[in-house]
């Protein structure tokens, strides 16, 4: 599913680091997802964006912090991560309201030293 | 919530085998999706599926609603099938998807 694009494919990162995760999608797609997935399990809902508004936080640890600047776009904002956040976390859209098929990404690739 | 199971774990192919992967879910849904994940992370769309057949190339799938199960058919296995395989249905919201744990399919030449 290449028409969600997110960037960068790979990240390392320290304990202390500040980065950024981006997804993009021009599909017209009015809800945006991020999942995180540890190896050799599924992926796991961590926020759910509908129409540019926050609807869903999983119980995900304030060291994550989302934003959606626009309905194209959405960002994971990453501080003072654990090791065991190193993990491939995938971003996905879908048309709109519920039970509409979700497109993902190629996702990041995370590792904390 | 809706509990999602898939069969079998693991599979081992040769190269041209058939296979039917199966998934069972404990609620009714309103939405069902078949992804392969291959080796390299990328999470790939096979099929959105609530009821019925489709069929993709050497791929189809087919999801009975009233008895709580879809099927995946790959014919004609080929080494880049490999990957896992996941099942994916919609919580009763309709807000997030819920992931079987996936099978794992090996295909060598």
């Known amino acids: 599913d290449t028409e969600v694009t997110q960037t960068p494919k790979h990240l390392v990162m320290g304990m202390t680091n500040k980065k950024s995760l981006k997804c993009e999608q021009h599909?017209?797609?009015?809800?945006m997802y991020w999942y995180k997935q540890k190896a050799k399990k599924p992926p796991e809902l961590m926020f759910v964006?509908?129409?540019?508004?926050?609807?869903i936080n999983e119980s995900v640890p304030s060291r994550f912090s989302p934003e959606c600047p626009n309905s194209s776009l959405l960002n994971l904002h990453l501080h003072a991560l654990q090791p065991e956040d190193s993990a491939l976390y995938l971003c996905?859209?879908?048309?709109?309201?519920?039970?509409?098929?979700?497109?993902f990404g190629d996702g990041t690739r995370l590792s904390i030293l | 919530g809706i509990q999602v199971e898939q069969s079998p774990p693991d599979l081992i192919l040769q190269e041209g085998a058939n296979s039917t992967l199966r998934c069972n879910f404990s609620?009714?849904?309103?939405?069902l999706q078949w992804f392969h994940q291959n080796p390299w992370g990328q999470l790939i769309n096979l099929f959105y599926?609530?009821?019925g057949t489709k069929q993709n190339g050497r791929l189809s799938a087919t999801t009975v609603a009233t008895e709580r199960y879809s099927l995946l058919y790959i014919s004609s296995s080929q080494t880049t099938d490999s990957g896992v395989y996941f099942c994916?249905?919609?919580?009763?919201?309709?807000?997030?998807?819920?992931f079987g744990k996936g099978t794992t399919l090996s295909v060598s030449s």
């Open positions: 994916a249905v919609h919580n009763q919201a309709g807000t997030a998807l819920i």
């Open positions: 996905a859209s879908s048309q709109g309201g519920g039970f509409q098929p979700q497109h």
């Open positions: 599909m017209g797609h009015r809800a």
């Open positions: 609620d009714s849904v309103n939405n």
């Open positions: 599926i609530p009821s």
């Open positions: 964006y509908s129409y540019e508004k926050l609807s």
